[in-house]
């Protein structure tokens, strides 16, 4: 019997151990809720492929207002926040996320201090909703140099059982929004 997002093709890859965080808030929690500003937001509609790393560079004039906005750095934490959507395909592609000084140029690792994290696609209940999704920034002095980029790297989630290769034909990320965020620690 075929269930309906088989794939007899193709089978799932062990998915690599590295730590992630989840957040959740329930009604006791309300009052510990940190306040969080954007202040920086590049709002365009960008599809990351499956096949080759996907590169944003932020222009200039849209992190103009982090780099001159008045708060003490030591009391804030800054985050990128992704908005993503169309999850309502069963994913055969992840993407890590890297931030870096500039567009990179060469491949990007998981052991580099670029990446950020690996972007959730298994958020089924939401389907064709915008779901974001937020990631610690280790260096903030990265935002501030003069072409920060945000690369997402294709990561194959199965392969292919007839030749043991990464299956990486799955269908784009759809990004709607990234934004920098100030949050109190």
């Known amino acids: 019997m075929k269930f309906k997002y088989e794939d007899l093709s193709s ?6 151990s590295f730590p992630a965080a989840l957040v959740v808030a329930d009604s ?4 510990r809720i940190k306040s969080t500003q954007a202040v920086a937001i590049l709002d365009s509609r960008i599809e990351a492929g499956s ?15 982090l780099r001159s906005a008045s708060f003490d750095r030591s009391q804030k934490r ?10 309502n395909r069963l994913p055969i592609v992840g993407f890590d996320v890297h931030l870096t000084r500039a567009a990179p140029s060469g491949e990007l690792k998981r ?3 670029s990446f ?17 999704q937020d990631f610690t920034i280790q260096d903030p002095t990265v935002v501030d140099s003069a072409s920060p980029a945000v690369t997402f790297v294709p ?4 392969q292919s059982i007839g ?23």
């Not at 096949?51 to 207002?65: C, E, G, K, M, Y």
């Not at 800054?78 to 999850?87: C, E, K, S």
């Not at 990464?166 to 965020?181: D, E, F």
């Open 28 to 31: 006791g929690t309300a009052s």
């Open 111 to 113: 052991t580099d201090p």
């Open 78 to 87: 800054l985050l990128l926040r992704i908005a993503i959507t169309g999850l």
């Open 116 to 132: 950020l994290g690996s972007v959730h696609l298994f958020v089924h209940e939401h389907h064709d909703d915008e779901v974001f």
């Open 155 to 158: 990561v194959a989630l199965t």
């Open 11 to 16: 089978m799932p890859l062990p998915l690599p």
């Open 51 to 65: 096949a080759q790393n996907t590169t944003i560079v932020f222009p200039s004039r849209t992190l103009d207002a």
């Open 163 to 185: 030749t043991g290769r990464p299956n990486l034909q799955g269908s784009p990320l759809r990004i709607t929004s990234i934004a920098v965020l100030a949050q109190d620690r």
